[in-house]
């Protein structure tokens, strides 16, 4: 494989290739096929602008675990193109959402791609010019947060336009910025995984204690952790105590049926009550297997909380469903790979 | 008690610590005064982590357990529903079990410092010895402290 | 100069600060304890006459006091943040400020639960809120917001002032040893003993770090649940999800800029440049523009959906926010919160100490209007336009207001020249 990818060019015919599937997937006129392909969009933005912005974030604060995984991180660039392109392949889709074909000036198709879209590529150009940027340059800093501004803005659009505007009038005004924490959560967690498949463990002779990046990285989880408790517990609490039908309704339609309640369960352990037990201890936190473990089980926990969001209001095809994470997986690692070959 | 030793400048004690425990003097004779804490003593006198963590543990689970069970056990003495809320309306008592695990935590940290340390101790209160901003090595003679 | 000679010169430099005050010092205490005084005695003819002497009406039953007891609350938060989050994010800037944001948190908290007491109106019945049976054996309502408020605000100061305490135990051992007289007996007392032995700090140090671990999310959750007092609610304007995270970056926001407000003029008075540099007053020039940026966030969002949600209430309480009878001090708060501190994002207004005391200044009265603007006019215009009214303060109440900032301020001196104003032990150990 690294051979193959090695090959110039080889990397844009994937690239090509992997859109070309999902555009013919998507674009096919079955039930779910749209639905597949949000989700599959929701989880990837969140990872993919997660990444960069955990390698902006340590750069405005100058964290020396940046430095083993920067290059990998932002190796994902380029995916923003495709995120970009998926975000055109949801058009037909958007006829689906509730407020489609009334009157309003935000909620209008095409300024709702438009300003998606516009801030998508905002992402990529800021990321690149963020990415070009010497790695302890003077001007580093400045472009890291131009980035995390776009960062901000872009998935906070994301929470409020595809995932809030799926039930409108509902409303919760702290979902742009749980989004924006989780993305950030999801992208400690592959710099952790990154740092493992790089790296490998941390040097033997280091007494428990010690500091080292991992174990950084594990405090950055163990502290996300936390906040994003915290966050989702702000989120329920208003929510549960204010108990107004037309809020209370989001919560209900998720966790008076099976399975969905068990999924909104599984969320909870996933993104908090295991990574958060396990990265307590001082020595856990550069255990490989400990953090590996936690690191999987804040993706997977993103991944489900997206499905959970739109399984009530959105339908799914198991098969493009597959397909569109497939392509998004393979392209994913084949450009951290390249990048690491290329070290 | 030996002689104090009396350093102006860490480099010169921390030296003279490294060559004490090369000669073999045994660890549990040596006791150092430092101005503040000088991370390097760790390493050349190894002891054990220090069990004030164990307090903290303690202190935080029983705040916990204690916030749920004193609001959950409260509020069913006197079943009244208030606010439409269930009796037992997890989400306000945890907010109640969070605050109480802080401040236990944090109370019993601090009285297992305390204990740990033997402060405050009356000798050291009155007492008139000061080294200032010295660093010191005092070799015990065999005797425990 | 050697080592030692510079560990002198940090212990002189910094106890100096605790000689004879000058003449400017106690010409601001004697102002400072007047308006307390001045407070105090408002105080006593409010509980004489009873509450009709605030300007409370109906339907605004929440006002001034309130704004008080959040506008103190937040201040305290910065001590905890510099003290606890700094700490464990390894930032060597925090040394310059820790003990005065420390001192600082536990006398705001000092304050701030002075003003629901003033609120209740009949202050001797405050012990209702303590979580104690009655004479039936019914206890408080563990699911009233104000009954978290007890908890996490009590558990706040406590937690600060232990915190407070700790880091000055070896700082009091110096004093002892520096002082004479009377001094010396009370700085003995309060050093407990401490010699510095290497077991006592190994305890030590575990036990600060794990204070500042407890510490850190304690400022999320005080703050999160003072939001919720008025987040609980079913009021337009009040109950949103993202008050508590805004609630939080607000108070570090408000906090950060006290902290700048009181340590500029410290560091004149008491010749403390050599200890305090403009790069650490850099530093947490960043952590209030960053906490700026989180605070216009919150306010877009909070437009915006009411906007968008087309709620006619929500929408109703934002546009009298921004046109209503309040507007003007609607339009000042976000001047001062939102616009004032991009003047940050350049490199020398950062460095320079008096545009940064005027930024802090004009952040401690944005951030006083916003607590203000949220509590009255969300009250003021509610659902029902039969009872919509209007508020204006009492000089009874603006009296207090003033009170509680003559005690901050006095409590602020008193400790100057008390208790050591750095960390000397930490000073030494980074020289």
């Known amino acids: ?252 339609r998720r966790v008076s049926a099976s399975p969905l309640r068990e999924l909104c369960v599984a969320v909870l352990f996933l993104l908090f009550f295991i990574p958060f037990p396990a990265l307590l201890a001082t020595r856990a936190k550069s255990n490989p297997y400990v953090v590996s473990a936690a690191a999987l089980s804040i993706l997977s926990g993103i991944l489900v909380e997206r499905y959970v969001f739109l399984a009530p209001v959105v339908r799914f095809s198991p098969g493009a469903l597959a397909i569109d994470f497939a392509c998004l997986l393979v392209l994913f690692v084949a450009v951290v790979y390249k990048a690491r070959v290329f070290r | 008690m030996a002689e104090p030793m009396v350093f102006r400048e860490k480099e010169r004690f921390l030296e003279s610590l490294r060559e004490l425990v090369r000669d073999g003097v045994p660890r549990e004779r040596i006791r150092v005064i430092t101005p503040f804490g000088v991370p390097e003593v760790e390493e050349i006198l190894p002891g054990k982590r220090s069990k004030v963590r164990f307090f903290a543990l303690l202190g935080a689970a029983s705040g916990t357990v204690t916030g749920f069970a004193f609001t959950i056990l409260t509020s069913l003495s006197w079943p009244l529903i208030v606010g439409g809320k269930p009796i037992v309306s997890l989400p306000p008592f945890l907010i109640i079990a969070f605050a109480l695990t802080i401040l236990f935590g944090a109370l019993s940290t601090f009285l297992g410092f305390l204990l740990l340390s033997r402060l405050p101790s009356p000798r050291g209160i009155r007492s008139e010895v000061e080294y200032g901003n010295a660093f010191v090595i005092l070799v015990e003679d065999g005797e425990r402290r | 100069m050697g080592n030692a000679e510079r560990y002198a010169k940090a212990d002189r430099d910094i106890l100096a600060a605790m000689e004879k005050p000058g003449r400017a010092y106690l010409a601001g205490l004697a102002f400072t304890a007047t308006l307390t005084v001045i407070g105090g005695i408002l105080w006593i003819y409010q509980i004489r006459n009873g509450l009709g002497v605030a300007g409370y009406t109906h339907p605004v039953n929440w006002a001034i006091y309130i704004t008080n007891f959040v506008f103190w609350v937040g201040i305290a938060h910065s001590g905890t943040l510099i003290s606890a989050v700094l700490y464990l994010f390894r930032a060597r800037y925090r040394t310059s400020f820790n003990r005065a944001a420390e001192a600082m948190t536990v006398f705001a908290l000092m304050v701030a639960g002075l003003f629901p007491l003033i609120h209740l109106g009949r202050s001797w019945v405050f012990y209702y809120l303590l979580p104690y049976p009655n004479q039936r054996q019914l206890w408080v309502n563990f699911r009233s917001p104000l009954i978290w408020d007890v908890f996490a605000v009590g558990t706040y100061f406590t937690v600060s002032l232990v915190f407070f305490y700790v880091g000055m135990i070896p700082d009091f051992a110096i004093a002892r040893r520096c002082k004479e007289g009377i001094r010396k007996r009370f700085y003995q007392v309060l050093s407990l003993g401490w010699k510095g032995t290497e077991r006592e700090w190994r305890h030590y140090g575990m036990l600060y770090l794990f204070l500042a671990a407890f510490a850190t999310p304690l400022v999320a959750s005080v703050h999160s649940v003072v939001s919720w007092d008025f987040a609980m609610s079913v009021v337009p304007g009040w109950h949103t999800t993202i008050f508590a995270p805004y609630f939080v970056a607000g108070a570090i926001f408000s906090g950060t800029a006290m902290v700048i407000t009181l340590v500029i003029p410290l560091r004149k008075a008491m010749n403390l440049h050599e200890y305090i540099t403009d790069d650490h007053f850099e530093s947490i020039a960043k952590i209030m523009l960053f906490t700026s940026l989180i605070v216009s966030y919150a306010y877009i969002v909070e437009f915006g959906l009411a906007w968008y949600g087309g709620n006619v209430f929500e929408t109703g309480a934002f546009r009298y926010r921004a046109l209503g009878d309040f507007r003007y001090l609607t339009w000042a708060m976000i001047f001062c919160n939102s616009l004032v501190p991009l003047s940050l994002f350049v490199k020398r207004l950062r460095r320079n100490t008096t545009c940064l005391l005027v930024v802090s200044l004009l952040v401690n009265v944005g951030m006083w209007l916003e607590r203000f603007v949220i509590i009255v006019a969300s009250l003021a215009h509610d659902y029902d336009p039969y009872v919509w009214g209007t508020y204006s303060p009492t000089y009874v109440e603006v009296g207090i207001s003033l009170g509680s900032f003559g005690m901050f301020f006095t409590l602020y001196l008193l400790f100057v020249k008390n208790l050591p104003v750095l960390s000397i032990t930490e000073i030494k150990e980074h020289l």
């Open chain 1, 1 to 252: 494989m690294t051979a193959f990818l090695e090959k110039k060019g080889v990397l844009a015919v994937l690239l090509a290739a992997a859109g070309a599937l999902m555009a013919f997937v998507s674009l096919r006129p079955f039930p779910g096929n749209g639905g597949s392909l949000l989700l599959a969009f929701l989880f990837f933005i969140g990872v993919v602008e997660g990444c960069i912005a955990a390698a902006a974030a340590g750069a405005t604060v100058n964290a020396r675990w940046v430095g083993s995984v920067r290059k990998e991180l932002l190796s994902v660039t380029p995916l923003l193109l495709v995120a970009s392109f998926l975000l055109l392949l949801l058009i037909p889709f958007v006829d689906s959402y509730p407020w489609a074909g009334r009157p309003g000036i935000w909620l209008r198709k095409d300024f709702f791609i438009g300003r998606n879209l516009a801030f998508l590529l905002l992402a990529y150009v800021t990321a690149r010019r963020f990415a070009a940027a010497p790695a302890d340059g003077g001007g580093t800093k400045v472009r890291a947060a131009w980035y995390l501004l776009v960062f901000v803005v872009s998935q906070s659009l994301t929470a409020f336009d595809l995932v809030m505007s799926l039930e409108y009038p509902w409303v919760s005004a702290l979902l742009g910025g749980y989004f924006f924490i989780e993305a950030l959560y999801g992208g400690f967690a592959v710099s952790a995984l990154l740092y493992l498949l790089l790296h490998g463990r941390p040097p033997a002779g280091n007494a428990p204690g010690t500091r080292s990046d991992l174990s950084d990285l594990s405090i950055l989880m163990f502290g996300f952790s936390l906040m994003w408790a915290g966050l989702f517990f702000a989120q329920f609490l208003t929510i549960w105590y204010g108990n107004i039908p037309e809020e209370v309704g989001f919560i209900a």
